[in-house]
């Protein structure tokens, strides 16, 4: 079975769909959006980075999405906006790594297939680490999912219940930056993002308490990667993108569904 | 002082100072908060109320001095405002179980005593001000806390609102016996309720009963004009309360 690129594809896009979920509704409920943009821009320099030692793209991609993480918590409150600073790393990141990658001239390297990803190419090993790092996420996102949430809502309110509001913004940044280090190969750099907030806002209008709007968002997610790879598939056109379309599509069709609701339609 | 060495203070700071880069909020800070008691922190603006309740909690790292927290204490805390993001939903059942293993009859048993029974199906976002604020309380009381904190509870809620909010909250102390201590503006309301009220402005400038600050030229230098007609209504407010009043007489003279 997991002879089929298509159904390595699928499985590649559920298995990122499902971690990036209840993540991304965090991201949503923390207004983190830009951070998620951000972190996943600066992973192409971990990819030049790893191309350049030889070493694991994920591991290169995760190392740099927490040194860029750390970085914004440092400048922060130093005189400068949260959004400059996330502005300035990103696409320097960004830039930077593309500019490394050139240089990497023994090695012949597609750069689409990291900006868009490259789903149709999924080897039984990249969907191990896509699994695996999707496991975690959803794992250390579930065992601290009170913790999370209480954190989220009102910091004095976690401290009062002695919890440290620094360590959930930890957890939440180490899931984020696993995530973007198994979704390069899935949506590439530039829509990671996508996968991160379409489902999740999609799910909003769905939902009314912030376990079902998880779920919604997993549900979301995972038709977005099934029914974008078909159209895919059947149109010729490139997968990452077509993904992050249904997921848009959705996103589009429940807030209208929403809004009809509310005002009685 | 009171109940020198029977039974553990639930809160006690020391010689508490508090920085925030150059610029030092407290100076030597010194509070207890006795089993059941009421004690109220009233300052103006910038008097370091806040940065108080947030040493107490854990939230900032005091440059100097101590808070110690009577072990295992069950703090129930209501902040000064929850500010829920729209793209959140969360109903008030949920909200309420935010701790570690509630029970839904606890919910029930909360929210009544915060006097907003029925509510666990509705959404948060679409609570009243005071609705709330009640909630906010009830949540706080679901862990049957030793001592609530009152973070300007009641902003944002008309006169009313608010001296009802303070009269359960009286209710609630006469009930379970837990401690609480609060920071509030609304000076009358909130004096006539307190067994102690502690005037901070950068440090404590006056303490004691509500009768011993109000008359204090320190809290009068602090809150000038508006000192004469909170005193006048809490003066009215205890005419008819004689033992209440003898009370205060007897603490004040310790």
């Known amino acids: 079975m997991l002879d089929d690129f298509m159904v390595r594809a699928t499985l590649a896009g559920?298995?990122?769909?499902?971690?990036?979920?209840?993540?991304?509704?965090?991201?949503?409920?923390?207004?983190?959006?830009?951070?998620?943009?951000?972190?996943?821009?600066?992973?192409?320099?971990?990819?030049?980075?790893?191309?350049?030692?030889?070493?694991?793209?994920?591991?290169?991609?995760?190392?740099?999405?927490?040194?860029?993480?750390?970085?914004?918590?440092?400048?922060?409150?130093?005189?400068?906006?949260?959004?400059?600073?996330?502005?300035?790393?990103?696409?320097?990141?960004?830039?930077?790594?593309?500019?490394?990658?050139?240089?990497?001239?023994?090695?012949?390297i597609d750069l689409?297939?990291?900006?868009?990803?490259?789903?149709?190419?999924?080897?039984?090993?990249?969907?191990?680490?896509?699994?695996?790092?999707?496991?975690?996420?959803?794992?250390?996102?579930?065992?601290?999912?009170?913790?999370?949430?209480?954190?989220?809502?009102?910091?004095?309110?976690?401290?009062?219940?002695?919890?440290?509001?620094?360590?959930?913004?930890?957890?939440?940044?180490?899931?984020?930056?696993?995530?973007?280090?198994v979704a390069?190969?899935?949506?590439?750099?530039?829509?990671?993002?996508?996968?991160?907030?379409?489902?999740?806002?999609?799910?909003?209008?769905?939902?009314?308490?912030?376990?079902?709007?998880?779920?919604?968002?997993?549900?979301?997610?995972?038709?977005?990667?099934?029914?974008?790879?078909?159209?895919?598939?059947?149109?010729?056109t490139p997968a990452g993108p077509s993904i992050v379309c249904v997921a848009a599509s959705l996103f589009a069709g429940f807030g209208i569904l929403g809004w009809c609701r509310r005002h009685g339609m | 002082m009171r109940r020198p060495g029977r039974v553990m203070s639930l809160i006690n700071v020391e010689n508490l100072s508090v920085r925030y880069g150059a610029n030092t909020v407290l100076r030597h800070v010194g509070l207890t908060v006795e089993p059941g008691e009421i004690v109220t922190i009233v300052g103006p603006n910038g008097s370091g109320k806040t940065s108080l309740f947030r040493a107490i909690i854990g939230a900032t790292e005091p440059a100097a001095g101590r808070v110690t927290l009577k072990p295992g204490l069950r703090i129930g805390y209501v902040p000064q405002r929850l500010h829920i993001d729209p793209t959140l939903p969360i109903t008030v059942g949920r909200f309420m179980r935010l701790g570690d293993r509630v029970r839904r009859q606890d919910c029930v048993t909360a929210l009544d005593?915060?006097?907003?029974?029925?509510?666990?199906?509705?959404?948060?976002?679409?609570?009243?001000?005071?609705?709330?604020?009640?909630?906010?309380?009830?949540?706080?009381?679901?862990?049957?806390?030793?001592?609530?904190l009152l973070d300007e509870a009641t902003q944002g809620l008309d006169q009313p609102g608010s001296a009802a909010f303070y009269r359960q909250i009286e209710t609630v102390r006469a009930e379970t016996g837990c401690a609480v201590l609060m920071i509030s503006h609304e000076l009358h309301v909130v004096?006539?309720?307190?067994?102690?009220?502690?005037?901070?402005?950068?440090?404590?400038?006056?303490?004691?009963?509500?009768?011993?600050?109000?008359?204090?030229?320190?809290?009068r230098a602090l809150f000038g004009t508006g000192t004469g007609g909170a005193l006048a209504l809490y003066r009215h407010d205890h005419d008819h309360d004689h033992s209440h009043?003898?009370?205060?007489?007897?603490?004040?003279?310790?």
């Open chain 1, 14 to 108: 559920v298995g990122v769909a499902f971690a990036a979920a209840p993540l991304g509704c965090f991201v949503v409920w923390r207004r983190m959006a830009y951070f998620g943009d951000a972190t996943a821009h600066a992973a192409m320099l971990g990819v030049a980075l790893s191309l350049a030692m030889q070493m694991s793209i994920f591991l290169g991609a995760v190392m740099v999405a927490l040194a860029m993480a750390a970085t914004v918590n440092l400048l922060t409150g130093r005189g400068y906006a949260m959004d400059t600073v996330l502005g300035v790393l990103a696409h320097s990141a960004l830039a930077f790594g593309l500019v490394a990658v050139s240089f990497l001239s023994g090695i012949r």
């Open chain 1, 112 to 181: 689409m297939a990291y900006l868009f990803g490259d789903l149709l190419a999924v080897s039984r090993g990249d969907l191990l680490v896509i699994w695996g790092g999707a496991a975690l996420v959803v794992a250390l996102i579930a065992s601290r999912w009170q913790a999370l949430l209480t954190a989220t809502l009102n910091e004095e309110l976690a401290y009062s219940s002695g919890l440290d509001p620094r360590r959930e913004q930890l957890i939440l940044t180490l899931s984020l930056a696993i995530t973007v280090a």
């Open chain 1, 184 to 236: 390069i190969k899935v949506v590439g750099v530039l829509l990671i993002a996508a996968m991160l907030i379409i489902p999740a806002a999609a799910a909003r209008s769905l939902a009314r308490t912030p376990e079902s709007m998880a779920i919604f968002a997993a549900a979301i997610g995972g038709i977005s990667a099934v029914a974008g790879l078909r159209a895919a598939y059947a149109f010729d």
């Open chain 2, 113 to 148: 005593a915060a006097g907003v029974p029925d509510m666990l199906k509705r959404q948060m976002s679409q609570l009243s001000g005071g609705q709330f604020q009640r909630v906010l309380l009830a949540r706080a009381l679901i862990a049957r806390p030793e001592i609530l």
């Open chain 2, 191 to 219: 004096m006539s309720a307190s067994d102690r009220v502690v005037c901070l402005n950068g440090h404590v400038c006056c303490e004691g009963t509500p009768a011993v600050v109000a008359s204090a030229p320190e809290y």
């Open chain 2, 245 to 254: 009043d003898h009370m205060h007489g007897q603490e004040a003279a310790e």
